[in-house]
Nanobody, 130 residues
Framework: QVQLVESGGGSVQAGGSLRLSCAAS????????MGWFRQAPGKEREGIAA???????????SYTDSEKGRFTLSLDNAKKTLSLQMNNLKPEDTAMYYC????????????????????WGQGTQVTVSS
């Protein structure tokens, strides 16, 4: 049973920082895609950042343009722990943040598309006040 457990959410003021972590247990194999997504009330779930983890190590993270420069994705390949460092947070970053994983992604699909992922965590809430 694949489990993804997020932690690190909370409430901060605008301009503050948070670090989210996602621990993956009993994953399906040594090769996988992992990513962070978020969903604000009344909005669709959207991708933030994703990375491929393979036998030779991790690939280069991909980011949604709006988060590039503020958010940094990192992966501890040995521990299968995915982290998202979020700096200069804005009120519009307020959302439930989810970790997701997939053994592979269908060619032609984006690694930042929620539909590309099979496994999801329960989410961790991030609230940014102005």
């Amino acid at each position: 049973q694949v489990q993804l457990v997020e932690s690190g959410g909370g409430s901060v003021q605008a301009g503050g920082s948070l670090r989210l972590s996602c621990a993956a247990s009993a994953y399906t194999g040594a090769r996988s895609w992992m990513g962070w997504f978020r969903q604000a009330p009344g909005k669709e779930r959207e991708g933030i950042a994703a990375i491929y983890s393979g036998y030779a190590g991790s690939g280069i993270p991909s980011y949604t343009d709006s988060e590039k420069g503020r958010f940094t994705l990192s992966l501890d390949n040995a521990k299968k722990t995915l982290s998202l460092q979020m700096n200069n947070l804005k009120p519009e970053d307020t959302a439930m943040y989810y970790c997701a994983a997939a053994p592979s992604i269908v060619p032609g699909r984006s690694q930042l598309s929620p539909s590309s992922y099979n496994y999801w965590g329960q989410g961790t809430q991030v609230t940014v006040s102005s």
